[in-house]
C-alpha cells in the first residue's frame, strides 16, 4: 500500500515556476513506476509526465523542455519542476505510482497560471 500527498501547487503568473512534491508512504517506493498527471476543467486528466524506477524518463509533448520530473528514493519523494508556464497549464496535478497492476494516487494539488 502506498499513500501519497502532493504539495507545491498556487497561483503563478504566465512565465513563472512552481515546484510540486509528492511524498510517498510505504515500502519499496524504488520500485514503482511514478507519474504525475493533470486535468483541467472540463478535460481528461492526462499524463504530464513519468520516471521509472530506473531513472527513465517520459512527458507529454505539451511540457517538454519546460517541466522537469525526477525522484528521491531516500526521501521518498518526487518532484515536477515546472519553468515557463503558460495559462493552458492550469489544471489540478495528481501523482501516481504504479507497480505489477496496482495504482495508487494523490488527492491532487492546484496549479493556476493566469495574470
Known amino acids: 500500500q502506498v499513500q501519497l500527498v502532493e504539495s507545491g501547487g498556487g497561483l503563478v503568473q504566465p512565465g513563472g515556476s512552481l515546484r510540486l512534491s509528492c511524498a510517498a508512504s510505504?515500502?519499496?517506493?524504488?520500485?514503482?513506476?511514478m507519474g504525475w498527471y493533470r486535468q483541467a476543467p472540463g478535460k481528461q486528466r492526462e499524463l504530464a509526465a513519468a520516471i521509472t524506477n530506473t531513472g527513465s524518463l517520459n512527458y507529454a509533448d505539451s511540457v517538454k523542455g519546460r517541466f522537469t520530473i525526477s525522484r528521491d528514493n531516500a526521501k521518498n519523494t518526487m518532484y515536477l519542476q515546472m519553468n515557463s508556464l503558460k495559462p493552458e497549464d492550469t489544471a489540478v496535478y495528481y501523482c501516481?505510482?504504479?507497480?505489477?497492476?496496482?495504482?495508487?494516487w494523490g488527492q491532487g494539488t492546484q496549479v493556476t497560471v493566469s495574470s
Open positions: 501516481k505510482a504504479y507497480k505489477l497492476g496496482a495504482e495508487y
Open positions: 510505504g515500502r519499496f517506493f524504488s520500485t514503482y513506476l
